[in-house]
């Protein structure tokens, strides 16, 4: 584990290039979290989960022993594994999927036993081909080893598991509109209340959504106690986590690091991790998890990896995703980018986020290129209002689901720190960083 | 049955299957039609409505939402150059526009010969290999302007049928597992449904 002692939960396997079969899973301690959590009770389970402190990793950090607590255990109840990872600068998941299947198969298989789970959907992002046969080549190894299926290794429990691909829509990573998707619908967010899957989910029926890195971190959890993965981090920021960092780094990649004990400082310019930014440049801004999360600058590198702690700070830890600009970053091209990608992946059916995104986009495109007014700085903060009022965080929500508020801080943000940079452009009728 | 041909039948009928309701299989449905043709054809949306009991209608709505599904023809090839927040910094517009020029076409067209559709995509999750390039959804990861037009060269001469597979997510996709759990459990269970329902 760079820069501290933690064990890796995530990445121990991911230095054989054959870590995705079951061979080798086998071969380093695979399906032995199962067989000893399959001599437990099912509550004794989920209680080892509860006393980990285990924050979903999927973007909104809610502990998954409370999520699982309120699932409501009639009529008919699933498991569905969120895998259509698709926030921008997000790619841990792809990895994981891609490399340690069987890992996550394991976590969906203990956690349905612990919920009194007899079927679970893993629904995987439909532009992960790769993935998909990975995937769906780990679950048939895992029927013929005895971990799927009906009397799992003898012990009277039986589980199906069906892998999903998505076809390409971000909306569909939201719990609700990944249900939507996987019955075959269009993803549309559905409107709350209920506000839990674990109330009304598949089917209509009580359903429980976890992550996929969520569910992996389930085995290591079983195998070692929830005591050992409390233990790791600090706070209720528990255990490893993954970070995907990208942009003007010299390493950039995915990292498994010790909660809240490594700092945004520590990610980007240690020698083991990011190693310091290109060129030597100076850092001009971050965003620390993902493309719906206010921008931070240089005074806040110091900040520990840790949910309550950056949430304090104004921003978010989300979905684990970290983009270094340097000082050769346009501010308005960034924001510009980002907001079409709200635009392009809004569902449409709420008026401030359909209209707001498209109408946000052109305004950023044309202060970019040339075309700018001053008067744009203050309508764009008003168009942004009248998508989440007040333009603060954590942003209020209007609409049918959290994407509409997640387009006003990257403009936000960026406008509250870089506004000369906003003002060059308009007045001198372009971008000055070429 | 008359649109899909008789290997893809019985993966269609597999598929239906692994779901407590067949409406499930829809956009798993569209991936094969789409191995077998490239795109969903009108015969094709009939077909998988008839599978999964909806009409036709619905498949083509639920099907245009997904960026993946193609209600009308594209080439051999798709080739989707991301231009999200990681790859901006690293020169995606350029390559996008770079794609543009070699293939002769701009985001959105298909080649005269049929062979590249060109698409400007969001973030595909591989962002440590900025400008991320997928054709028909694998990683080529020729982040340059050069590399790029090797593997144009090279998929153009026929190259990479195996590390490029022609179109369908799920062409390498097959279940041989399971489901082992009664299928009169889920009989009843979706008798128990319509009951209540
Ligand atoms: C627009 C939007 C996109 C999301 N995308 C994802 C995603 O790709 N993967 C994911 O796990 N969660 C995503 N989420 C969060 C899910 O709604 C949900 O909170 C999560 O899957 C629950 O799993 P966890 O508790 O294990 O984190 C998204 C949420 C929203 C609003
Ligand atoms: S906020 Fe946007 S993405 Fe979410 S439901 Fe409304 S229109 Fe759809
Ligand atoms: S931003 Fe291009 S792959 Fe993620």
Redesign the interface.
């Known amino acids: 584990m760079p820069l501290t002692d933690a064990p890796r939960i995530m990445t121990a396997r991911l230095g054989d290039p054959d870590s995705y079969t079951i061979e080798r899973y086998l071969e380093t301690g695979g399906y032995q979290a199962l067989r000893k959590a399959l001599t437990m009770t099912p509550a004794e389970v989920a209680a080892e989960v509860d006393a980990a402190s285990l924050l979903g990793r999927g973007g909104a950090g809610f502990p998954a022993g409370r999520k699982w607590s309120m699932l409501k255990k009639d009529p008919v109840t699933s498991l569905v594994v969120n895998g259509d990872e698709s926030e921008p600068a997000t790619f841990k998941d792809h990895l994981l999927i891609e490399r340690i299947p069987h890992q996550i198969l394991e976590g969906v298989i203990i956690s349905a036993y612990a919920l009194q789970v007899t079927r679970a959907f893993v629904y995987v992002r439909g532009e992960f081909a790769l993935g998909l046969e990975r995937m769906e080549q780990a679950l048939n190894d895992a029927y013929h080893h005895g971990a799927v299926g009906a009397d799992i290794f003898s012990s009277g429990f039986s589980l199906d598991i069906v892998v999903h691909p998505g076809a390409g829509a971000y909306i569909c990573g939201d719990e609700t509109a990944l249900l939507e998707s996987l019955e075959g619908k269009r993803g549309f967010p559905r409107i709350k209340p209920p506000y839990y899957p674990a109330v009304i989910g598949l089917y209509h029926q009580p359903t429980v959504v976890n992550n996929v890195e969520t569910m992996a971190n389930i085995p290591w959890i079983v195998a070692n106690g929830g005591a050992a993965f409390a233990a790791l981090g600090a706070g209720r920021s528990c255990g490893t986590r993954m970070f995907a960092l990208s942009g003007h780094v010299n390493r950039p990649g995915p990292y498994e690091v010790e909660m809240v004990k490594v700092s945004f400082r520590d990610l980007i310019y240690a020698e083991e991790l990011g190693g310091g930014i290109r060129a030597d440049r100076e850092l001009k801004a971050f965003i620390p998890g993902g493309a719906s999360s206010p921008w931070f600058g240089p005074e806040h590198l110091d900040l520990p990896l840790g949910q309550d702690e950056v949430g304090q700070a104004g921003s978010m830890l989300g979905s684990g995703s970290v983009v270094v600009m340097d000082s050769s970053t346009c501010p308005v091209r960034a924001a510009w980018r980002i907001t079409k990608f709200f635009f392009r992946e809004s569902c449409g059916q709420c008026t401030p986020c359909r209209e707001g995104s498209g109408w946000l986009e052109r305004i950023l495109y044309r202060i970019e290129n040339g075309g700018g007014r001053e008067q744009d700085l203050d309508l764009l903060l008003d168009i942004c209002d009248n998508i989440s009022p007040g333009v603060h965080w954590p942003p209020e929500q209007t609409t049918i689901c959290p994407l509409g508020p997640s387009i006003p801080p990257s403009i936000a943000s960026s406008l509250l720190r870089f506004r000369d940079d906003y003002l060059v452009h308009i007045k001198d009728g372009g971008c000055p960083h070429g | 049955m008359s649109y899909f041909n008789a290997t893809m039948t019985g993966r269609a009928r597999q598929l239906v299957s ?4 067949p ?6 449905l ?2 094969l039609a789409q191995e077998q043709d490239g795109w969903l054809t009108p015969e094709a949306m009939e077909e998988i409505a008839e599978l ?1 009991g ?1 009409t036709p209608a619905e498949v083509r ?3 245009t ?5 193609h209600t009308e023809p594209v080439g051999r090839y798709v080739v989707a150059v991301c ?4 790859c ?3 020169g995606a517009i350029e390559l996008l526009a770079h794609a543009q020029e070699r293939l002769g076409v701009p985001v959105g067209a298909t080649t005269p010969d049929g062979l590249f559709t060109l698409e400007e995509a ?7 290999h ?1 400008p991320c390039v ?1 054709v ?4 080529v990861r020729t982040t340059t302007a050069a590399a790029f037009d090797r593997l144009v060269e090279e998929l153009s001469a026929g190259g990479h049928a195996e590390d490029i597979p022609a179109h369908g ?14 299928a009169g ?1 889920i009989a009843r ?1 979706r008798a ?2 319509e009951g ?2």
């Open positions: 692994l779901y407590p309701e409406r499930s299989a829809l956009v798993p569209c991936h999964v909806v709505g639920t099907a939402f997904y960026d993946m599904l231009t999200n927040i990681a901006l910094l690293d969001e973030c595909l999750a591989d962002c440590d900025p997928q028909n959804h694998r990683f997510t799920l062409v390498r996709v097959r279940r041989s597992g399971g489901l082992r759990v009664d459990q269970e128990a449904q209540s329902g």
